[in-house]
Each structure stands twice: as C-alpha cells, then as structure tokens.
C-alpha cells in the first residue's frame, strides 16, 4: 500500500534550510493501523503530509498503491488522494456554519453528488461513529470528542483505503481520546490502513505498529506483540505524563 524509501526533506527559509527527514524508509500494508510517535518537531506532520500527497519530498521514492508519487502534478495528486486518503486533523477542521450532517456530506458535495443523496449517505456515517441524532447541531453545540467523531465520518465517506490522522486525540482529554481510538479500532477492522500521529504513549500503544522517529530518521519501529518492551522502555514517561 505505502512504500517509502529513503526519503528526505528540507524546509527552505530564505538562507537557511532545516534537513527534517534524512533517509526513512517505511513500507505500510494494506489493512495496518500505525501509529508515528516523536519528540515535538521531529517531523511526525511532515511525513504524514508527505503521505497524503499534501507535501513534496526531495529524494527518494514514495509509492502509493503502485503509483509513484514524484512531481505529480496537483491534479493528478488530488485525484489519488480524493480516491485513497482520508484525513482527520487535530483541530477538527469542520465548517462552523454547516451541521454535523453538511459537514459529513462535503466530500460527496465536491464530487458532485446532489443534496439528497449525499446527505443521505452522510446520516449512514454519522451513525456508523454514534451520531445520528446529532446530526442537524452544528460544530458549537458539540463536544470535542463529538466533533473529532463527525471527523471521522467526514474522512470515511469517500471510501478510502487510508486515513491518515494528524494528533487525532491531540484536544481530547483521556477518556474522549479512548473513545476515538475505539472508532478508529473499529474502522480498521473493515480492513482500512490507520496511520496516526501522536506524542502519547498510551494511544500509541493501542495501535499495531510504533514507528518511532528521531533525528530525522526512524529510531525504531515496535510491533504490537513488543509492546512490553516498549512499555519499560516509556515508563518513566508514561509515570509523569
Ligand atoms: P512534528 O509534527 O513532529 O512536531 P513537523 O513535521 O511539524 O514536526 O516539523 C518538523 C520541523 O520542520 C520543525 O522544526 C518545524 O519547525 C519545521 N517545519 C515544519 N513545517 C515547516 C514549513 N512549512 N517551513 C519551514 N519549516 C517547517
Ligand atoms: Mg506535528
């Protein structure tokens, strides 16, 4: 599904360039639920956009799906991200002004899908996270955990094979982000690759594979099965988080 190789990337600021990723190379199946962990700026977002076709990277080679993603144009690049990615954001990213429902619907609207239908489709995912009754509030009348949930359902509705998730739990206090971490458990299982960012131990930890990213490379990656290990190795962090 995803296979990166030695993929690097610089930010270019006027005189100064900062080289965030020096070599990953990572290969991601169909149906795993991945989660990326790192210090703060170690370049968790850049590698997830750089996935979601949302950044260019300047060497290596990245495929998705058997296509390699280089220089593509942004048409091209829109057209397999519209058609394979779905992505869920730490701030939520809804429209203030449309409900639960519209908000769900605006992939479907982009594609042309007329009102009723789309909104029709809408109310599925919307009871597919435990919203259905939400669905005509809009964004200020809901909790955050209801709001990452009609996220959620937002992102599923184009059907894609992969939901890319930026610090998804990142706003949401412990219980929220379990609840969330149960509907992305829940989404994985019908066989969608889940790859997610965060900087906490214990969501990381409900995920299959840990890719751990540091100095611009990936320090290791830990599978489900070596948790334990993992779990010792974090537990200082984890008894002060
Ligand atoms: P993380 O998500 O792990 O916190 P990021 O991928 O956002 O890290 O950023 C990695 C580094 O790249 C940081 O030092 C950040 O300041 C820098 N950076 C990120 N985006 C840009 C940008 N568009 N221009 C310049 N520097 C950037
Ligand atoms: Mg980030």
Redesign the pocket.
Known sequence: MISINNVHKS?V?GHNS?H?LKGIDLDIEQGEFVSIM??????????LNILGILDNYDEGSYYLNGSLVKDMSEKKAAQLRNELVGFVFQSFNLISFKNAMENVALPLYYQGVPRKKRNKIAMEYLEKVGLLEWATHLPSEMSGGQKQRVAIARSLISQPKIILA?EPTGALDTSTSYEVMEILKEINKDGITIIL?THEHDIAAMTQKIVH?KDGGIDQIIMNGDLKQFKSQYAKQLETA
Not at 38 to 47: C, P
């Open positions: 930010y600021t900062l965030v790192g210090s703060s700026g170690s370049g968790k977002s850049t590698l930026d960012v990213l």
